[in-house]
């Protein structure tokens, strides 16, 4: 394939409910989606997950739109492409801005798909007809209203709970959650709020027979991480601090980890997700699909990469209505029991609506 053109937008879609982690509430999501063309006219869309402010990582939405403009867009237009892998490979000059490489490269994927007429979770090598999906809860007013919440997801069918935790809203609330559900599978998030000094109560939370406490401690940390594993129980889990597949071989090495939460745009795009996928698998390393409030673009190619084998855990794609009004893909991604059925058609298996998108975006260029 050789890519023609290259459109980005900024969309801005108001979140049905206000989203509250350890670093931030969000009321609405600001990003890029990229619209990629080739020589034949099939189209492949991508979506950044960078947000509007450097609160999970380095990267932001306008540093994404600087560096695809000014360096990823310019190695890729008109160079003859074989394969999506060689993506990965032409974009290695580009040190990290993995976000703003995953967005082209996921486009490229989708053309990909469609050019070889099979479903993106075919390209990628997946086989499961429907995967398991979890919900992510933000840190709530307080923790009647949680347990609220909970209550309406279980009723729904949804198989894991992640609950965002951070210092002072930690051990009382899954205390209170364990006891009212205790057989609900319940995960803690705690988006690196402590470090080791809080590993005493830390350690209480393996009284709750918790899934899995995720990246309890400094977003760029595999050393302490491992120290925290010798002392408490409960398994931890990688996020923030894996960015590749030598980040997370590292991590098991050390015992840093044991599973591993994959982001396509945290990791650089879908070849890197699936290197870390095939590492683990082999190192018995148990890996799920994090979400990062995503529109349906990108939980198009959460959904597709998860039918991977070693997607054993529920990740975090739930159903487009979780978050969204008006999602910009018809069908919107829909969950039940549980569930989420996934898209046989050529490419990311949804139709994106351009009226739609059209009508979030507050900015756009195209580039030829």
Known sequence: MKITEITIRQLKMKLKAPFTT???????????????KDESGTIGWGESVAFHSPWYNEETLQTN?????????????????????????????????????????????????????????????????????????GIQQSIEGLVALVDGYVKEGYKRMKIKIKPGWDVEVMRTLRETYPDVAFMAD????????DAETLKQLDAFNLTMIEQPLASDDIIDHAKLQKFIDTPICLDESIHSLEDARKAVELGSTRIINIKIGRVSGLTEAKKIHDYCEANNIPVWCGGMLESGIGRAHNVALTTLSNFILPGDTAGSSRYWENDVIEPEVVAEDGYIQVP??????????VETINSFTVAQKTYK
């Open 190 to 197: 705690a988006n690196s709020a402590y470090n080791l000094e």
């Open 344 to 353: 046989q058609k050529s490419g990311i298996g949804y139709d994106v609506n």
């Open 65 to 137: 739109w600087h560096i695809l403009e000014d360096f990823l867009i310019p190695l890729i237009l008109n160079k003859e492409i074989s394969h999506p892998d060689e993506v990965n490979e032409i974009f290695k000059p580009i040190r990290k801005n993995n976000m703003a490489k995953s967005t082209l490269e996921g486009a490229i994927w989708d053309i990909y798909a469609q050019q070889t007429n099979q479903s993106l979770a075919a390209a990628l090598g997946g086989k499961k007809d429907k995967i398991e999906v979890g919900i992510s809860i």
């Open 22 to 36: 350890s670093f931030g509430t969000f009321t609405d999501r600001d990003f890029l989606v990229l619209e990629a």
